[in-house]
C-alpha cells in the first residue's frame, strides 16, 4: 500500500469514527425516543448531497474530570455548509450522544466560526440545539463559549436571518442565544426551553412543575412567546424551516426577486365582502381577509397561537415576499394589548431589517381597558408597536377594513407614522372612539334627560346614528388625504399589487444616529 493510500485509509476511518458520535448505543437510545441524530437533522434540513462539514476532527480541550480520556472526535456539534432551496446557508446542529451536546470551549468555537462565516458571507445561520447546557467539566472555559455565541447572535441580528430549532433540552444560559435569533422552532412533547429546570424551582419557590408544562413548545408557543412555530415532529419541524427561508431573503442587502405566481394580480377578491359581517359589532376572520388578497391564498402565520387578537406572517402578493400584519376580530375583537403588541413590533422589525414590504389590514376598536394591562406596562409595550411602524422605511400598505378607533388607529401604521398608501373600505370607521363611548360622554346630559322623559333608547339611537353618519365612516379621514382611496373590497389585491410595483424605488432616510432607544 503506498504512503498515499495508507493516508487516505486514515483519512477514511477518522471520517467514519467522527460520524460515530457517542457511539451505536447512544444514537439507539436516541431514536427510540424519537428523536434524529445531528447529522440526520442536517440531512433533513438541506439539498441532497449539499452539505460540507467544517471541524470534524476538533476535540475538547479538557483534562480535569479524566476527560483527557473521554475525546470524541467533533466534540458534540457538527458544523458547516450546505444549500437549502439553492441557496448557501451555515448550519451547526448538537449531537446528544456527546455529553449529552453540552457545550465546551472547543464546541462554542466550532459554532462561532460558523457564526462568523454566515455573518461575513450574508447566508442564513440555523441553529440545530439539543443540548444539556454548559459542559459541567469545563466550568467558566463553557461559560466564555456561550458568551461569545451571544456576542456574535447580537453582531448578526438584523443583517442575516438567524434561526434556531430546539430539538432537545435547552436549559441555563443555552436558552439565550435562541431567544436573541428571528425565529425559534419546536418540536411538541420533546423540545424543552428554559432558564431553570423543574427540579431547581422546587427547590427554590416549592413550586412543582413538569418539564412539558414549564417550558415545553406548548407553553411557549401561547403563553410566553418565546417560540414561533411548533410542529409535531422534527421532520416537519425541519421541513417548516425551509418552507420559511423560501420566504424571507438571505441578508438585508439581498434584493429578494419576484417568484412567478400563476396567480393574476388583478383578480377581484371575492370572498372579503361576504366574510365581513353586516354589524360591525359581529366578528369575523381576518386570516380569511388575508387569505383572498395574498397570491394562491398562502399565508405563514408566526406565532399563531400567541396574542390570537393580532395575526402576523409571510406571504406573496404577485410573487414579491410580504410581510403581513392584521387585527384579528375574531379574538378580544382584535384590540391591541399587551403581547399583541410585542409580538407585532418584533415581527414588524424582521421585516424592516430585511427590506421586506408590510401590508397591514386594520379593524381595531383601540387598546384592550383593564388594571392588568396599565400595571404590566401597556403604555411601554404599545408603544414598541408604534415605535416600530414608525421607524420602518421599507413600502408600508395599510387597509383599514373596518374599526380604527383612538391611538390604536395611529398605531396601526397609519398615514401620520409614515405608511405610503393607506387605503379603507366604505365599511370603515375611523374616529377617536367608538359610538356608544362617545354619545356617552358628548350627550351625557341629553342622555339623562332623556331617561327622565323615559325616552332614552329612542335618544340613544338617534344619537347613534348620527355619530355614526358624521364620524363612523372613512370620509373624514379621507377628506384630510389620511386616507388615499376609499376601496371597493374586491379591488384589495390588485390595488396592494400595483403599489407594491410602484413602491419598489422607495428609499427613505432617517437621522444619522447611533441607533434609536426603543421603549423596552
Ligand atoms: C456534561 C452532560 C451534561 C452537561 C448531560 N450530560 N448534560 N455532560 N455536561 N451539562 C451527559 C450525561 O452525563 C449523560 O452522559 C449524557 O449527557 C446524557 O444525559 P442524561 O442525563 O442521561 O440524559 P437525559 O435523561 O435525557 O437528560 C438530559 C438532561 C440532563 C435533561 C439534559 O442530562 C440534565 O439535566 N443535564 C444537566 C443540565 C444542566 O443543568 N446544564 C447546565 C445548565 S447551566 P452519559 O455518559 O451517561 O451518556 C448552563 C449555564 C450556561 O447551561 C450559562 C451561559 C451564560
Known sequence: MSTLEQQLRKLADKTLASELGGGAERIAKQHSAGKMTARERIDTLLDPGSFIELD???THRCTDFEMASQKILGDGVVTGYG??????????SQDFTV?????SGAHASKICKVMDLALKTGCPLIGLNDSGGARIQEGVESLGGYAEIFWRNVQSSGVIPQISVILGPCAGGAVYSPAMTDFVFMVEGSSYLFVTGPDVIKTVTHEEVTKEVLGGAETHAEKSGVTHFVYPSEKTCIEGVRRLLSLIPHNNLDALGATVSADPVDRDCLNISKIMPDTSAKPYDMRLVISDCVDDGEFLEVQP???KNIIVGFSRLGGRTIGVVGNQPAHLAGCLDISASMKAARFVRFCDAFN???VTFVDVPGFLPGVAQEYGGIIKHGAKLLYAFSEATVPKLTVITRKAYGGAYDVMSSKHIRADFNFAYPTAEIAVM???GAINILYRKELAEAEKKEKLQEERSRLLEQYKETFANPYKAAELGYIDEVIKPEDTRRRLAMCLEALEG???KRPSRKHGNIPL
Open 83 to 92: 444549500k437549502v432551496n439553492g441557496k448557501i446557508v451555515y448550519v451547526f
Open 506 to 508: 422607495k428609499r427613505e
Open 434 to 436: 367608538g359610538p356608544e
Open 99 to 103: 455529553f449529552g451536546g453540552s457545550l
Open 356 to 358: 421586506i414590504p408590510l
Open 305 to 307: 397561537e400567541y396574542a
Open 56 to 58: 470534524r476532527f476538533v
